[in-house]
């Protein structure tokens, strides 16, 4: 059982840089959507992070993926970009969309990943194969498509919000 998982998690490895490659398609397709869907709106809030996700992603691919440090860049574009939606939600963010709770989320995990694989390949190398690698290599794409998803149909489909308010409701309480 554990060499055919581990098949499967190398097989996907080779096939990283096209996945990546996918999802930055992904957030351009959704980046064009929301810019069509917002022609006429007052709110284009979807559309401007879609923009911000887009850049970054696209950003992301001229990244050398044969460097020692790609782990460590990834976390670095990563956090630039929570830092930039931060900004939006300072100074531009009058309605703030489902998804911007979503990219914040999606992309802490993504960065909390790139940054456990880069302190795993240089800081402390492993030799051998182990489970980092295989959640890594699902957990990662799965975030970026439900980021993608989000940002297209602006709904609270894993309960993110939902459980925001519940947590900060709660607190509200509390302090009464």
Known sequence: MGS????IFLSLAEIGELLGIFITWLFVFTFLYNLSAAINKPDNSRTQLSFIMMISYTL????YAYTPSVYLQLFAFDVATIIVIFIWRKCFGKVIPISFYYLIVGLTINAIFFMAMHIDTIIQPYGGYWRLWGIYGIVVPLVDITMA???IINKDILGLVKLKNSVLNRKKQVAV
């Open 149 to 151: 998803l989000v940002l």
């Open 60 to 63: 992301t691919l001229y990244i």
């Open 4 to 7: 055919n998982l581990e098949s």
